[in-house]
């Protein structure tokens, strides 16, 4: 998809237009504002209300979400960290993609630098058969959620995300006393 949008952004180029290419997922920096400002709501929301959070997270895919919300969260120095779960890419291959995406947003935010690598965590045990082929964790993540909640929950990213949130909450990777915003 990137290769045919760039060759058509060429051809165009080559017509004398200006094309602006949006890539997959709306995730380069521009896109990625968006949720930096809904991190700096998030703290404003939490400090409003006197609540720590200890970890958000996220479904983590083209990179947009994840790199905005810790651009906007490390650009404000929160403290909070974020897990993106993954739902397509290998960890090692999604944790340098989001921080490249991080670290441009940053940059246009006119806070560069404030992404640390080692600030960025993904986890792909999630990801079952390769992107939208559904796993078991997420049918029941959208049953339980849809139950309990009421709240709906799409199959590719949030069921998936939420999934890998519920099995880690299940081996005991979190303290009852935590605060997990998803």
Do not use: H, W
Not at 97 to 102: D, G, M, T, Y
């Amino acid at each position: 998809m990137d290769a045919a949008m760039a060759r058509r952004a060429d051809e165009l180029r080559a017509l004398g237009k200006r094309p602006y290419v949006i890539p997959g997922g709306g995730s380069n920096p521009v896109g990625a504002l968006g949720y930096v400002t809904s991190a700096l709501e998030l703290v404003d929301q939490a400090n409003g209300c006197g609540l720590d959070i200890d970890l958000l997270v996220t479904a983590t895919g083209s990179t947009g979400t994840q790199a905005g919300l810790l651009a906007g969260l490390e650009g404000c120095r929160s403290g909070i960290p974020v897990l993106g779960i993954c739902v397509r890419a290998p960890k090692p291959v999604q944790e340098e993609k989001v921080f490249a995406l991080a670290e441009r947003t940053a940059d246009l935010l006119g806070v560069p630098g404030a992404v640390a690598r080692e600030r960025v965590r993904a986890n792909s045990d999630y990801v079952g058969g390769g992107y939208g082929v559904p796993t078991e964790g997420m049918f029941e993540a959208l049953e339980l959620v849809a139950r309990t909640e009421g709240i709906l929950l799409d199959p590719v990213y949030s069921g998936k995300a939420m999934a890998g949130l519920i099995d880690l909450i299940r081996k005991g990777q979190f303290a009852r006393t935590q605060n997990v915003v998803f």
